[in-house]
């Protein structure tokens, strides 16, 4: 596949209109059967989660956190690929591993100074390009960092708005 070829019209079209590369994704969860659970609406694929073991899921199933992570191994993943076929690097092999490490007790709500959420994240590239230089590979893994939006978005987050929207007896309020 070549990339640039492929890329090439859209880049043409969103420097002649740049409000066309503006895109929202979706993402929207459903209740489960069981407090534990929900699915996730994509648009393109639902997928189910639920409650990590250590807070009372079953373990069975992806929990929010290996999402996030599973997100950010997708993007860095792909992002590598693309970058590495833009750059015309041969690279026989791209493998992303991501872990991150949080303390239980935050979403458990047990003590106010343990923090909810993730307290670091680790990205690792591993790359089999006997071909390339140190420092072509080094090239792209900056390059992969710089465009990989789920890295780039966990990196400088984003500001959140929050709603809710109330149905009461076929009425909906929604409030801000």
């Known amino acids: 596949?070549?990339?640039?070829?492929?890329?090439?019209?859209l880049k043409?079209?969103?420097?002649?209109?740049?409000?066309?590369s503006q895109i929202t994704l979706v993402a929207r969860g459903?209740?489960?059967?069981a407090p534990i659970a929900c699915s996730v609406d994509l648009g393109r694929a639902?997928?189910?989660?639920q409650a990590h073991a250590g807070v009372g899921g079953a373990g069975t199933g992806a929990c929010?956190?290996?999402?996030?992570?599973?997100?950010?191994a997708a993007c860095a993943q792909v992002t590598c690929q693309m970058v590495a076929a833009s750059m015309e690097l041969p690279v026989e092999d791209v493998?992303?591993?991501?872990?991150?490490?949080?303390?239980?007790?935050?979403?458990?709500g047990m003590t106010r100074?343990?923090?909810?959420?993730f307290e670091s994240i680790r990205l690792r590239f591993d790359i089999t390009a006997p071909e390339a230089s140190q420092t072509q590979v080094d090239e792209l893994v900056e390059k992969t960092k710089r465009y990989c939006v789920v890295l780039q978005t966990l990196l400088a987050?984003?500001?959140?708005?929050?709603?809710?929207?109330?149905?009461?007896?076929?009425?909906?309020?929604v409030r801000a």
Do not use: C
């Open 1 to 9: 596949m070549n990339l640039r070829e492929t890329q090439k019209p």
């Open 12 to 20: 043409d079209h969103y420097r002649e209109d740049p409000a066309a």
């Open 30 to 33: 459903g209740q489960g059967e």
């Open 46 to 49: 639902i997928y189910e989660a």
């Open 64 to 72: 929010s956190g290996d999402l996030l992570l599973g997100a950010l």
């Open 95 to 108: 493998r992303v591993t991501v872990e991150g490490d949080l303390d239980l007790r935050g979403t458990l």
């Open 113 to 117: 100074d343990v923090p909810v959420g």
């Open 157 to 173: 987050p984003p500001s959140i708005e929050t709603s809710v929207v109330m149905g009461v007896s076929g009425a909906t309020t």
